[in-house]
């Protein structure tokens, strides 16, 4: 969706959409049609709040946030649910052929954005919960960038151009 809003009004069409939201009763109405994909955004919402949170979680802030702006979040999260997937799969074909299989490696991925200390895996539902709650901080980062973006290009003062395209 590409938003078209003027400068001095996007705080305010943020809040008109978001009251558009909360009217449709959009958490209510997924909870009564997929208990647990409700129950999972709850828990992502859970986990961005202790990673917030400077005296029990990470304290990671948003400002933090927005210096990795070279997609990190979202390859760390990549890396989360590929694990869980791996793992799914693995529960999975044992189940099937009524055997043990190899648990995959919990070894730092290749594509893991930052230091070795921060590659945390524990098991499936930790993971995909931690990966939900990278690309939620992913996605706010991203749009902070975008809004900020659009009102520098929309606020800077037009230069003129000659034929040729140059700044005069």
């Excluded at 099937?96 to 490696?105: F, G, H, K, N």
Aim: proline share 4%; charged share 35%.
């Amino acid at each position: 969706m590409i938003w078209k809003f003027s400068d001095e009004s996007i705080v305010h069409e943020i809040e008109k959409r978001m009251k558009r939201v909360r009217e449709f009763s959009t958490f209510d109405r997924l909870k009564e049609l997929d208990p647990d994909a409700y129950m999972a955004v709850e828990m992502i919402a859970r986990e961005v709040c202790r990673q917030r949170d400077p005296e029990f979680g990470e304290g990671w802030t948003v400002e933090h946030d927005d210096q990795h702006a070279w997609g990190e979040m979202s390859r760390a999260a990549s890396c989360y649910s590929h694990l869980a997937g791996l793992q799914i799969r693995a529960e999975a074909r044992a189940r099937r052929d009524q055997v043990d299989t190899t648990a995959p490696s919990m070894a730092v991925p290749g594509d893991w954005p930052w230091d070795e200390k921060w590659w945390k895996p524990k098991n499936i539902n930790r993971d995909l919960i931690r990966a939900g709650a990278l690309i939620a901080s992913e996605w706010g980062r991203w749009k902070r960038a975008n809004i900020a973006e659009y009102v520098s290009t929309r606020a800077a003062p037009a230069t003129a151009r000659d034929e040729s395209g140059s700044a005069q």
